[in-house]
């Protein structure tokens, strides 16, 4: 096969030809995800509309803006309580690690990566063993697991297509993960990284024009053209407010590690088609799959920042 090709058609596989709790896993992570930085999000308005209220207080006849501005205050401290105990953040990473987790390890029993090479004697008990003791862990970090009866536990993961998968011969095994998997990913990965770059640019060029502004407004203070209104003082709580949102967001970083591992999977892509033997087919697939964990993502954001 030529490097850097296409692996040639097969079966392919769907999210529904993945373990259930794989998908119950990926739709909690998304909406406590959603959760999260939209509590986020609200808390960060709130916050810079009480900022606008105070800086107008002294601008307004009357009490009606401290009234005001007291309130929104009264309510950004709720917002934070609120958050706090929802923990949405903490619920999203842990049913995202779980999706993950799940995941990889169905992909490495179907294509006998890791630790589910062709010598292992009972592939599904170690499938099962592995796979419940890594959730027990998560469920201490904030994962729920949402099954309830004995067959959906361990083993009952397992889907027909997983064992069809499994039967194959190795061309056809390293030809669906070639595509199904690894090309998919590593389309997945460029996608993202486009994205977050484009996101971490207009938020950059949003909070530079807001400083900007900031600036213009100090200076034109200092000439008593503004009548004594602090503009300044709310734009700079507005640049601040968007600085605030881009770490959440964390565009920049997750460019650079989604980059990175985009990089990573096509030279493994590249190399799993064209220079590993069966011999070592496991031990590659192992490798790659521990470059799309989150572990590994988060490891790479934290240079990226």
Request: proline letters at 3%; glycine letters at 8%; aromatic letters at 8%.
């Amino acid at each position: 096969m030529a490097a850097g090709t296409t692996p040639a058609p097969s079966t392919m596989l769907k999210d529904g030809d993945l373990p259930p709790l794989f998908r119950q896993s990926d739709q909690w992570a998304l909406r406590h995800q959603s959760e999260s930085f939209k509590g986020v999000r609200t808390h960060l308005v709130v916050l810079l509309l009480a900022t606008a209220a105070a800086l107008l207080t002294e601008q307004a006849s009357g009490h009606l803006m401290a009234a005001l501005a007291a309130v929104l205050y009264g309510v950004t401290i709720l917002l934070g309580l609120v958050t706090s105990r929802r923990r949405s953040r903490t619920h999203w990473q842990a049913h995202r690690a779980a999706a993950e987790l799940v995941k990889t390890l169905a992909w490495q029993y179907m294509v006998h990566g890791g630790s589910f090479h062709s010598g292992v004697a009972d592939p599904d008990a170690v499938f099962a063993e592995r796979l419940e003791e890594r959730l027990r862990e998560l469920r201490t970090c904030g994962w729920e697991d949402s099954r309830e009866e004995a067959r959906e536990f361990g083993t009952g993961q397992i889907t027909p297509q997983m064992r069809a998968v499994r039967a194959k011969s190795y061309a056809a095994r390293r030809d669906i993960y070639l595509r199904d998997r690894l090309l998919e990913q590593t389309v997945w990965y460029k996608n993202r990284a486009v994205r977050s770059r484009r996101a971490a640019a207009r938020w950059s060029a949003f909070t530079a024009a807001l400083t900007l502004l900031a600036l213009t407004a100090a200076l034109l203070g200092t000439t008593g053209l503004l009548g004594g209104a602090d503009l300044a003082g709310l734009l700079s709580a507005a640049a601040a407010a968007g600085v605030a949102w881009q770490e959440v967001r964390r565009h920049g970083p997750l460019t650079y590690a989604h980059t990175l591992i985009e990089q990573d999977l096509e030279a493994a892509r590249v190399a799993m088609s064209t220079t590993v033997t069966e011999a070592g087919w496991a031990d590659a697939v192992g490798e790659t799959e521990r470059l799309m964990s989150p572990a590994h993502t988060e490891w790479l954001v934290r240079f990226g920042g």
